[in-house]
């Protein structure tokens, strides 16, 4: 017996790992809890969970990118943030979340940009008051939870949410799959990525989102307090800089770029991470292939918010 | 009622326990059984997912890239199980204390193990970047470099030296080569002073790519070394044998309890069980006491055997029964004679007796009917013989026995009745043992329609109206039958006879149609005294003597003889002229206050007679003891006299007796011419009877008026 379920867990194990042993497609669904994740959906998009009432999720993560088109994201009465929001798109396969790590799940997410002073600012109380008195998410809440609603109640709802909103059926997922082939610029631009050594750190199914690396291996990156990096948690100098390596999907509509939004679009991203990272300038050329293959990477858009409306 | 309740609350109790004990130590059971196959095949699968984890970091490590994402997920899959197994109650439990300490340093372990996995990845990227990109960086040097320069060609071997050595250090995992390297980045950090533009930014590049090979190189084998060690693997081993080892301690005392609990059950059952067996044995002892009750209430109790009830109850069930009732001539008078406790033991010996005589084969029942009548009940089938045959055996049977009774030896007559009318069986039995009784010499006899005295009940019933009618209405009258004095051939004495006149004198009623009635409905001395005032009435008109008739039960009746003689005193002037003739085929059982009467009667002058003389009843030794003064013969003696010479003998002697005892005598029923001269001729002092006068309502006072054959 124990040694038959050996025999099945590495069976699946390999199944899983070598379909391509660097990067491997979305699935195109996963299980989610359909209610919890509707009522997630109303909770992404309401503003009075902000200390002002003009913040919400959905304002740094936008519905169609899951990101943020400005540099550094704005919070309660504008003010602006540290860092340009990740995507909140395809996070149910990062190894963590936010741009340092600083949780592991979705669920322990939510509640940062929440309880942050300069950006939702609400606290447990506030929310918890907010839910209980507007009757439907009362009704919901009750439903659901079979209690009044709380806070972890409210981060569970997002989280399932969160956990739908995933991007499957990219033309690179397809070219994985073999349903389809990539066109020449886009498989020479493939074969770029892991020859300049791209994929040594974005690799996996989020071509990303599951190591920390330093930006700035070879030229060292400018770094300022404050910063979301590593060094923020650990205060180690070698951390400076260290990031959650983001990802790549849908990397195409995710302008700007870096967690400090400098780069305005993929070829300056391009060249900064190669100056940066490879110590090289890369050619036209090459920028150009490194696009198209990115490009390949844009996926579709999450189902739950194609289901109806853009808002509810 | 309260006993049954609180025993049936004691099995429930029992019971509920016994279950109860049952349903926990089965939960309890494989609750334990369940939750420790959980915790270990959670403990293997540990081990499983370490020994993959591992596999994943060794490939991981000998690609240049490869996806991070599974090392993750294997991650957060060991981490998950331990905090399962942590939560489990099971484990929680104070046996398993050993190895809930070795999951929390294995927890902590594995934390920073997690921690150097994500040191590792960073390590690995960089490390990667740089072994890939460098030969990119030599390529593009070609294409920079002339190797046809000697200086340039030297730049060019010196990289692609270096590359070389990074190549055997990777795939050999060995720092040897890096004291090779460092020596060569020397060189080439002096090389690059030799260039300008493009081509000092490549090598520059080169350099810094090298630095972090060499710089990184040691953390990332040490990093590796410390990641797919054995420690975890070893850690999660002792955990497995120290919970196993617990668990053999805990299965002890699980086992140890489940035997008490099993031994509990069992003592719940056995108490279950043994309630049972009392309520079973109880139930039976109810059973036996209502069939004893039961019995008892179908049996008598003083013989053993059925009584009227038993026999109703077992008649009905019978297609052809016929009974025989077996009755013990007087035994009122045994009773009374010996005490109840002989009559009683008389009783039982008949019983016996009875068993013993009725045949087999008859397959009949004994009852005991009431008073002294037994009842033998059979199916006709089973009787071969007449049922008069029977009946007589029957009685042949029984007069043959003696009862024995407290040293007494006691004879017993019998009557026997029986019947085999399904519908009356018991009435019609009854009427055929009183017809037997009734008669001095039958003395058993079967039913047949003719004893059926329901009619003549109602007869009688219709006597005792008429009587009591006739005594109000004055219809209640004095016959007077002449009587004559042999010495002087005159009538000088009447007998009074009782008479009702119906239809004012045109029906006249014989004394024998009513007086068995009268006395039976203790009329008798009303109409003794009715007779005996008009009588007295007729005494004072005219000078004869008048004779009347009086029973036992008239004097033994302390009102009616009180009566009686007020009467005797009102005309006690007529006291020498009256008669009283007492019956004396009558049972005389009350023979001391016949005597009294007589005494007193004798006082006012009254003679006394004995009526119907030689019926067959006379208790000669009694009689004598009464101051009698005369006696009349019994007509049955009397009528064949002129032709019987039986009747004649015995005549003869009773008028001997009557001369030594100083009696005078009358003769009865002298009917015809013949009986006139036979007994004018044998010394007699009166004759009366239809040939010397009948009875008329007027005296006659001529002999030989209506002389005519015929009845009285």
Redesign the interface.
């Known amino acids: 017996m ?1 040694r038959l ?2 025999v099945l ?2 069976l699946c ?1 390999a199944e ?2 070598w379909a ?5 497609p979305i699935p195109r669904s996963i299980p989610y809890e359909k209610a919890k994740a509707e009522l997630g959906k109303r909770l992404f998009f309401d503003p009075a969970l902000s200390g002002d009432g003009t913040v919400a999720c959905v304002s740094c993560h936008s519905p169609e990118t899951g990101a943020d088109t400005r540099p550094f994201s704005l919070g309660v009465h504008g003010q602006q943030g540290h860092a340009n929001a990740p995507t909140v798109f395809n996070t149910v ?1 990062n ?1 963590r979340q936010m741009w340092n790590g600083a949780v592991t799940g979705l669920k322990e997410q939510v509640a940062m940009p929440l309880h942050n002073p300069i950006e939702m600012a609400m606290d447990r109380k506030k929310v918890e008051a907010y839910l209980r008195a507007r009757p439907e998410y009362a009704r919901q809440f009750e439903a659901i939870y079979g209690h009044p609603a709380t806070f972890p109640d409210l981060s569970d709802a997002i989280a399932e949410f969160e956990k739908a909103l995933i991007t499957p059926d990219s033309r690179f997922d397809r070219y994985l799959r073999g349903e389809i082939e990539l066109s020449p610029d886009e498989r020479e631009g493939y074969r770029l990525f ?4 791209c ?3 974005h ?4 071509l990303g989102g ?5 930006m700035g ?3 060292r990156y400018r770094w300022r307090e404050g910063f979301p990096d590593r060094f923020s948690l650990t205060r180690k100098e070698a951390d400076k800089n ?1 990031y959650k ?1 983001p990802t790549l999907r849908n990397v195409a509509l995710t302008a700007p770029y870096f967690h400090d939004g400098s780069a305005a679009t993929l070829q300056e991203a391009l060249r900064k991470m190669a100056h940066h ?4 300038d890369l050619n036209e050329k090459e920028i150009d292939k490194l696009i198209a293959f990115l490009k390949t990477l844009t996926g579709q858009t999450p189902a739950i918010l194609k289901a109806e409306g853009k808002k509810p | 009622m309260k006993r049954v309740l609180s025993r049936l609350l004691l099995i429930l109790l029992a019971a509920s326990t016994g279950i109860g004990l049952y349903l926990y130590s089965d939960y309890y059971l494989k609750r334990y059984y369940r939750e420790n196959l959980r915790i270990r095949s959670e403990l ?2 540990l081990q ?1 997912d370490l020994y ?1 984890l591992k ?2 970091l060794l ?1 991981n490590a000998s ?10 997920r294997f991650v957060r899959r060991i981490q998950s199980r331990l905090d399962r197994i942590e939560s489990n109650p099971h484990f929680q439990d104070e046996a398993h204390s050993a190895s809930q300490k070795r999951l929390e340093s294995f927890q902590k372990d594995f934390r920073d193990y997690t921690k150097e996995l ?1 040191r590792y ?2 390590l ?3 490390l ?6 460098l030969p ?2 030599q390529l ?1 040097a070609f294409s920079l470099f002339d190797a046809g320069t000697p200086r340039e060609k030297e730049t060019l071997l010196l990289l692609s030296r270096i590359n070389a050595s990074i190549f055997l250090a990777k795939n050999a995992q060995d720092t040897d080569f890096l004291e090779d390297l460092k020596s060569n980045t020397l060189r080439l950090s002096r090389e690059i002073q030799n260039y300008e533009g493009a081509r000092k ?2 090598l ?2 080169f350099r ?2 090298l630095w ?1 090979f060499i710089r990184n190189f040691r953390p990332y084998l040490q990093s590796l070394d410390r990641l797919i060690g054995d420690r975890l693997l070893q850690e999660s081993a002792e955990i497995i044998s120290v919970f196993q080892k617990e668990d053999q301690a805990q299965f002890k005392t699980v086992n140890r309890i489940s035997t008490i609990i099993l031994l509990l059950y069992l003592t719940s059952l056995v108490v279950v069980a043994y309630f049972l067996l009392r309520i079973d044995r109880e139930n039976r002892r109810l059973r036996q006491v209502q069939e004893e009750l039961e019995r008892t209430l179908i049996t008598d109790q003083l013989t053993g055997l059925g009584n009227r009830i038993a026999y109703r109850r077992e008649k009905v069930t019978m297609s052809d029964p016929v009974l025989i009732l077996v009755n013990i001539d007087r035994f009122k008078h045994i009773n009374e004679f010996y005490g109840t406790r002989v009559g009683d033991g008389v009783l039982q010996g008949v019983a016996k007796i009875l068993e013993r005589i009725t045949p087999p084969s008859l397959q009949a029942t004994l009852y005991r009917m009431g008073g002294d009548d037994f009842g033998i009940l059979f199916e006709r089938t089973n009787c071969s013989l007449q049922l008069t045959t029977l009946l007589h055996n029957f009685h042949e049977s029984l007069e043959e026995c003696q009862v024995v009774v407290e040293e007494l030896t006691i004879d017993l007559s019998f009557a026997l009745g029986a019947s085999d009318r399904k519908n009356w069986l018991f009435e019609t039995a009854d009427m055929a043992l009183k017809s037997a009784k009734s008669s001095p010499r039958k003395r058993y006899a079967l039913y047949t329609p003719d004893m059926d005295k329901r009619e003549e009940i109602a007869q009688n019933i219709q006597a005792i109206r008429s009587i009591r009618k006739a005594i109000v209405n004055e219809s209640l009258v004095p016959y007077f039958q002449p009587i004559c004095q042999l010495s002087n051939r005159q009538i000088t004495r009447y007998e009074a006879l009782a008479r009702i006149e119906l239809d004012e004198g045109r029906h006249i009623l014989q004394p024998y149609g009513f007086i068995r009635a009268a006395t039976e409905a203790k009329l008798s001395g009303e109409i003794t005294l009715k007779i005996l005032e008009q009588t007295l009435e007729m005494a004072q008109r005219h000078p004869f003597d008048f004779s009347v008739n009086i029973t036992a039960a008239d004097v033994s009746d302390k009102e009616d003889r009180e009566r009686i003689i007020q009467l005797l005193h009102r005309y006690r002037q007529l006291g020498n002229r009256l008669i009283f003739e007492i019956l004396e085929s009558e049972e005389i059982r009350d023979y001391e206050s016949t005597a009294e009467f007589i005494r007193i009667a004798k006082r006012y002058g009254c003679r006394i007679a004995i009526d119907d003389f030689g019926s067959g009843y006379s208790n000669f030794e009694k009689i004598l003891q009464l101051d009698i003064d005369m006696i009349k013969v019994d007509g049955s003696l009397i009528r064949r006299i002129d032709h019987d010479r039986h009747s004649e003998l015995i005549v003869q002697t009773i008028l001997e007796f009557a001369k030594h005892a100083g009696w005078e005598t009358v003769a009865e029923f002298v009917h015809s011419k013949s009986v006139y001269d036979k007994v004018s001729t044998m010394g007699f002092d009166y004759l009366q009877g239809y040939y010397i006068g009948k009875p008329s309502r007027t005296l006659q006072t001529e002999l030989f008026q209506i002389p005519r054959r015929g009845d009285r």
């Open positions: 124990k379920l050996l867990l590495f194990v899983e790992g391509d042993h660097a990067i491997q396969f190894f892991k020859r300049l050594g994929i040594t750190c690799n996996g199914i989020n599951n190591s920390f690396q330093k291996l070879i030229h260290v390596v990272n490879l110590g090289f | 293997q699968s499983t993959a596999g994943d490939r690609f240049l890239y490869y996806s991070y994402d599974n090392l993750h994500e990845l960073s690995n990227s960089s990667k970047n740089s072994i890939i990109y990119t960086l593009r930014r490549l520059s590049t810094e790519h972090q």
